[in-house]
């Protein structure tokens, strides 16, 4: 093998090592922080902010008159859009009352090709809208780079979110 072909293979064999044969970034789930992008005066946005403190996922806010722009750059499609959105270090989005426990479970372990998962609309009962007893089940779903969708999870108790 001539020099350049080595220099070549190394190089390649390094770079595999550094940046990992699958795109999928695994994330420090102690160490996990969010920026999360919302309106200055929607009360179930901090809601869930709190939610996420409370389970240890660090959150840095951004308040915006309109999202648009953060939803657009992220390619969520407007039917997966809630009120706002978080986004990890590794740029994995997090849109909606998505619950703490799916967030780090994503990140421990970031599915082949993700993009990031949304819970759309503001299901009641989801983490930051909680009213009482009251819940409606939903799904939260799987985003590809592709453009696909799947479901990730089936949440049909208030117990399933935690």
């Excluded at 940046?19 to 999360?36: W, Y």
């Excluded at 994995?92 to 479970?105: N, S, T």
């Excluded at 970031?110 to 939903?138: C, H, I, N, Q, W």
């Excluded at 453009?147 to 999870?153: M, N, R």
């Amino acid at each position: 093998m001539d020099k350049f072909k080595k220099h070549l293979v190394v190089s390649l064999a390094l770079g595999l090592v550094l940046f990992g044969v699958n795109s999928s970034q695994k994330e420090d789930t102690s160490k996990i922080i969010l920026d999360v992008y919302k309106t200055p005066t929607c009360g179930c946005c901090n809601f869930w902010v709190s939610h996420l403190e409370k389970s240890e996922i660090k959150t840095r806010t951004h308040d915006y008159d309109s999202l648009h722009e953060v939803k657009e750059r992220f390619g969520i499609g407007e039917d997966l859009m809630s009120c706002h959105t978080g986004v990890s270090k590794s740029g994995y989005f997090f849109e909606g009352h998505i619950p703490a426990r799916f967030i780090q479970e994503f990140l421990t372990n970031p599915p082949a090709g993700a993009k990031g998962l949304a819970v759309p609309g503001m299901p009641m009962g989801s983490p930051g809208m909680e009213m009482g007893d009251r819940f409606t089940p939903y799904s939260i779903f799987l985003v590809k780079n592709d453009g696909s969708v799947e479901v990730y999870a089936e949440i049909k108790s208030k117990e399933d979110q935690y």
